[in-house]
T-cell receptor, first 114, second 113 residues
Framework: GDSVTQTEGLVTLTKGLPVMLNCTYQ??????LFWYVQHLNEAPKLLLKSSTDNKRTEHQGFYATLHKSSSSFHLQKSSVQLSDSALYFC?????????????FGLGTTLQVQP | DPKIIQKPKYLVAVTGSEKILICEQY?????MYWYRQSAKKPLEFMFSYSYQKLMDNQTASSRFQPQSSKKNHLDLQITALKPDDSATYFCASSQVGLENTLYFGAGTRLSVL
């Protein structure tokens, strides 16, 4: 079945450094990938969604590129800020993508230190 | 203003009891969902509804019953509660057929003692 694998656990970085959070997926359908961010005690919010193969999508300084050849949709930012500290989920839309049924990875906690 | 309202924010229940989690969305979306977030587990899809009809059910237990009295309401009734049901339950909505981005409510954190 469809699945999503993320960098697990905690990633700790100093403010201003670059970050990459890994996300790979398995699906037999054409993939639609998402990154959601969840700050402490808040709802998950959409950060990015994938576009066409090998096309980069960006939002709020974060960016990701869908690579079907490697089944990946890694999240990157060139310079992290304290406010980026949160839990990040990669998610795959199941099936044809025409549904809100998503398969989520376990999530990666990003902790940014001063 | 929150566009997806979930009530209550926190809920404590005793084993064997029954609770109803409330969700209303004011985004004008045509589909609503329930997801569960348990410790050490990914966000897990439970149900999807569109125009008050069940579209998909991934919850094995019949103790979980969604209830839709209006197209922008999707409550979740949980009966015979167990400690393993302790989790944060998120309601979500989307406009299927268009952008189909999933929007989440703030969640109800349920603790079963």
């Amino acid at each position: 079945g469809d699945s999503v694998t993320q960098t697990e656990g905690l990633v700790t970085l100093t403010k201003g450094l670059p970050v990459m959070l890994n996300c790979t997926y398995q699906t037999t359908y054409s993939p639609f990938l998402f990154w959601y961010v969840q700050h402490l005690n808040e709802a998950p919010k959409l950060l990015l969604k994938s576009s066409t193969d090998n096309k980069r999508t960006e939002h709020q300084g974060f960016y990701a590129t869908l690579h079907k050849s490697s089944s990946s949709f890694h999240l990157q930012k060139s310079s992290v800020q304290l406010s980026d500290s949160a839990l990040y989920f990669c998610a795959l839309s199941e099936g044809t993508g025409n549904t809100g049924k998503l398969i989520f990875g376990l999530g990666t906690t990003l902790q940014v230190q001063p | 203003d929150p566009k997806i309202i979930q009530k209550p924010k926190y809920l404590v229940a005793v084993t064997g009891s029954e609770k109803i989690l409330i969700c209303e969305q004011y985004l004008g979306h045509n589909a609503m969902y329930w997801y569960r977030q348990s410790a050490k587990k990914p966000l897990e899809f439970m149900f999807s509804y569109s125009y008050q009809k069940l579209m998909d059910n991934q919850t094995a237990s019949s103790r979980f019953q969604p209830q839709s009295s209006k197209k922008n309401h999707l409550d979740l009734q949980i009966t015979a509660l167990k400690p393993d049901d302790s989790a944060t339950y998120f309601c979500a909505s989307s406009q299927v057929g268009l952008e189909n981005t999933l929007y989440f409510g703030a969640g109800t954190r349920l603790s079963v003692l």
